[in-house]
Every structure is written in structure tokens, then in C-alpha cells.
Nanobody
Framework: VQLQASGGGSVQPGDSLRLSCKVS????????MGWYRQAPGKERELVAT????????NYAPSVKGRFTISRDNGKNTAYLQMDSLKSEDTAVYYC?????????????WGPGTQVTVSS
């Protein structure tokens, strides 16, 4: 599976960004997807998940109400809309499959996209 995240950048607190994740090599529509992030010196954490048809989404408490995960199965792409960004959102963001039965990501990781929030 190939996972290409894009859309990161350097923004100020309160700004918004929209991340995209183009997926290839799998039947995208049959997989729950997740967005993850890893801040400097910290472990990678799960930020949000979305079920195959987009009907159910879940968020980490730290981003709930500010981030929105979505997907377009026709384009094999997942999205993460990030609003009201805070400095603590600074991290490398990755997308991956999410196994809801084992609560774990897929084995393959793409390069991620850097998000920096600073005044």
C-alpha cells in the first residue's frame, strides 16, 4: 500500500489547514482510515478515524471539535480539515489504515506531512 499525505505547512495559531492522503495499492473503500501525528520527542498518536462509508468518525480528545476527518472513495483519498490550530498541533501528520478490531494501524507508513503552528 502507498500512502501519500500532503497539505502541511507553517501557519499561525488559529489558522486552518486541510491535509489530503492519496492511497493506492489497495481497495480503499473497504478500509477504515486514520490520521496520526508524531510531535518531536513524542510517540505517534492516533488523531482521528473514519469508517469505510464515512458514516462514523472518532477523534482524540485533544482535537475533537477542531478537526474533521472525511474521505472520498471515488478518489481513494482521505482528508483532515484542521481548524483553530494550536502550537501543540505541531507534528508530522500521517494517514494509514486503521484496524478497529485490533486498534492498530497498518504496517506501511508513508512519509507524512509537516504541520508547524507558531506565532
Amino acid at each position: 500500500v502507498q500512502l501519500q499525505a500532503s497539505g502541511g505547512g507553517s501557519v499561525q495559531p488559529g489558522d486552518s489547514l486541510r491535509l489530503s492522503c492519496k492511497v493506492s495499492g489497495i481497495i480503499f473503500s473497504i478500509y477504515t482510515m486514520g490520521w496520526y501525528r508524531q510531535a518531536p520527542g513524542k510517540e505517534r498518536e492516533l488523531v482521528a478515524t473514519i469508517t469505510t462509508d464515512g458514516g462514523v468518525t472518532n477523534y482524540a480528545p485533544s482535537v475533537k471539535g477542531r478537526f474533521t476527518i472525511s474521505r472520498d472513495n471515488g478518489k481513494n483519498t482521505a482528508y483532515l480539515q484542521m481548524d483553530s490550530l494550536k502550537s501543540e498541533d505541531t507534528a508530522v501528520y500521517y494517514c494509514n489504515l486503521y484496524n478497529p478490531y485490533q486498534s492498530k494501524p497498518g504496517d506501511d507508513w508513508g512519509p507524512g506531512t509537516q504541520v508547524t503552528v507558531s506565532s
